[in-house]
């Protein structure tokens, strides 16, 4: 019988520090970081015939063509899934261009791992790449970076996906992501009675240990160490921008940054001779879809990561104690705060780290495409540590869109897909196993 379990075969990222300085030959494009991380993910299990054998690519969405009416100052390449296959020598059957969000490359690996266990397809390549830094250093220094490209071939473009705001929201001015994390975060400090100071503080000490795995993790845009005082602290270059955040308590997209993964069915592994220490499976995965933000019953916590995270771990098998080594979307503290709130952690006193890469701020923050940087250092993490679980849980919108996922080296017994994300409307009684009750419903 064909093991059809998926399985993470291949990783790869590339950071591009880009100045301007030698003008724009040596430019980074979207396509020329995920052609390099795509060539890492595939030359990291050097599989003879692999690009021929890739049946799916499926690539995040760009932040550019995220935005209503974007003008696309340096032009835009029509179909990134196809210019990418072109570029790897690869030909596959399906080209799909992700939704708008930070929960898409989690959502595309679920996607992508029921497609091979459902036998159709063997070999899929996850990819995205940002270059927002290099657009705002082109456009500060009035250099013509050149983005523009059309390539022919079939694409299953899912456009920006459901609209996020409501009118109302949008005429009280609740436009900016940093605006709706806010009213969060002071949820947050409400709930815990704490004054502004107290809880930068608290953000101060939840991000430091962050900013330290930054500065050691060789694919950061940013690396810096900072300390806690600094980052609780007011300045010239920790300035304030929607109260309670200061610069660094929030996500930095000034990023060149691309990561890659190769997922393909057991079966196939074993056909490529792919060793077992390389390899990564999936044994459990949530998806959750809240409601608009002025329709929730409550802002100091997420409905949404309380069903993917729960949904992750029942079909694991495993409570948030049993997992090794974590990975929370960290765009915002309340964000962090929230998704430890579900799993029952105190992030004051757990001793894993609640990142893998150093996090939206230090590592950067590339638009829709950091948790496939989670997800390939999470690979990296349990290739070293095998047998042991990290838990990774992407966040798109303002904690709107949730998708988590349980991985590890050690084989499951079977595979079963991820369900159909969750609605407030579709479920009443969420199904959390392991993380029931932590949350009101």
């Known amino acids: 019988m064909t093991d059809t379990r998926p ?3 291949g990783v790869g990222q590339i950071v591009d520090h880009w100045t301007g300085l030698n003008g724009l030959s040596d430019a980074p494009t979207y396509l020329s970081l995920a052609m390099g991380a795509a060539r890492r993910a595939i030359g990291d299990i050097s599989a003879v015939g692999l690009e021929d054998a890739i049946d799916t690519i499926a690539m995040v969405r760009t932040t550019e063509d995220s935005v209503p009416r974007q003008s696309f100052p340096f032009g835009r390449c029509n179909n990134l899934p196809r210019a990418l296959a072109k570029e790897i020598g690869a030909n596959p059957r399906d080209a799909i261009y992700g939704i708008a969000g930070g929960q898409s490359p989690q959502s595309l690996i679920n996607e992508v791992a029921a497609r091979i266990h459902a036998g159709k397809s063997e070999v899929a390549l996850v990819a995205g790449s940002e270059v927002i830094g290099a657009i705002k250093t082109a456009s500060k220094l009035g250099l013509a970076l050149d983005l523009g490209l059309n390539v022919d071939g079939d694409l299953d473009d899912r456009g920006m996906g459901p609209v996020l705001l ?15 994390y806010a009213l969060f975060e002071n949820a947050i400090a409400a709930r815990n009675g704490e004054t502004r100071s107290e809880h930068r503080r608290a953000m101060a000490k939840l991000f430091a240990p962050f900013a330290a795995i930054s500065a050691v993790n060789p694919y950061a845009q940013f690396g810096t160490a900072f300390s806690e005082d600094f980052l609780a602290t007011p300045s010239p270059d920790n300035y304030e921008f929607a109260d309670p955040f200061l610069k660094w308590h929030m996500a930095q997209d000034a990023v060149n940054l691309a990561a890659a993964v190769v997922v393909m069915s057991s079966a196939r592994a074993d056909e490529f001779g792919i060793a077992e220490d390389k390899r990564v499976y999936v044994h459990g995965a949530g998806e959750a879809v809240d409601d608009h933000i002025s329709e929730r019953p409550k802002l100091d916590g997420s409905w949404a990561m309380q069903v993917a995270l729960g949904r992750a771990l029942d079909q694991a098998s495993k409570t948030a104690a049993e997992i090794d080594f974590l990975d929370f979307y960290s765009c915002f503290p309340c964000a962090v705060f929230s998704a430890c709130d579900v799993l029952g952690i105190n992030p004051a006193t757990d001793p894993r780290p609640l990142t893998q890469t150093g996090g939206l701020p230090f590592f950067g923050g590339p638009g829709n495409n950091y948790s496939l940087h989670a997800v390939a250092t ?31 080296t050690m084989p499951p017994k079977s595979y079963s897909p991820a369900a159909e994300p969750a609605t407030p409307e579709t479920t009443l009684q969420p199904i959390l196993g392991p993380c029931q009750g932590i949350l009101e419903t």
């Open 7 to 9: 399985v993470l075969v």
């Open 166 to 180: 409501t009118r109302g929201e949008v005429k009280h001015g609740l436009v900016k992501p940093a605006y709706f």
């Open 378 to 408: 999470m690979v990296e993490t349990l290739r070293t540590n095998p047998g042991k679980f990290g838990l990774v849980l992407a966040n798109g919108g303002w904690m709107t869109k949730e998708a988590a996922i349980v991985y590890s």
